[in-house]
């Protein structure tokens, strides 16, 4: 059975850090496009960062960061540990939102590219 589990959301101060961490199961990541998708209350989801799989192609280990976190956020894998990790530097209120883990084939911010889910993790940044 296909699974992503996302962790280590939480609530922290602006200008804290978090590390969110996206699991599998029954895939290996190494072949697929990971992605980080957040949703505030009353907004669209929106593509926050990918890494292109490690297949060996002109693609591999690419990254995507939408303009509101470059700079803050890093993508990265450990396919070791089968697992993708987003951290989150510089946090801000607006940042509050629940993020998703998705796995897909193209390295791009659109949630229709992305075949399978994990079922999210609260991030909120208040003082």
């Known amino acids: 059975q296909v699974q992503l589990v996302e962790s280590g959301g939480g609530l922290v101060q602006p200008g804290g850090s978090l590390r969110l961490s996206c699991a599998a199961s029954?895939?290996?990541?190494?072949?697929?496009?990971i992605g980080w998708f957040r949703q505030a209350p009353g907004k669209e989801r929106e593509g926050v960062s990918c890494?292109?799989?490690?297949?060996?192609?002109?693609?591999?280990?690419?990254?995507y960061y939408a303009d509101s976190v470059k700079g803050r956020f890093t993508i990265s894998r450990n396919n070791a540990k089968n697992t993708v990790y987003l951290q989150l530097n510089n946090l801000k209120p607006e940042d509050t939102a629940v993020y998703y883990c998705?796995?897909?084939?193209?390295?791009?911010?659109?949630?229709?590219?992305?075949?399978?889910w994990g079922q999210g993790t609260q991030v909120t940044v208040s003082s």
């Open positions: 998705a796995a897909g084939e193209l390295c791009v911010p659109h949630v229709y590219e992305y075949s399978y």
């Open positions: 029954g895939f290996t990541l190494d072949y697929y496009t």
């Open positions: 890494i292109s799989s490690s297949d060996g192609s002109s693609a591999d280990g690419r990254t």
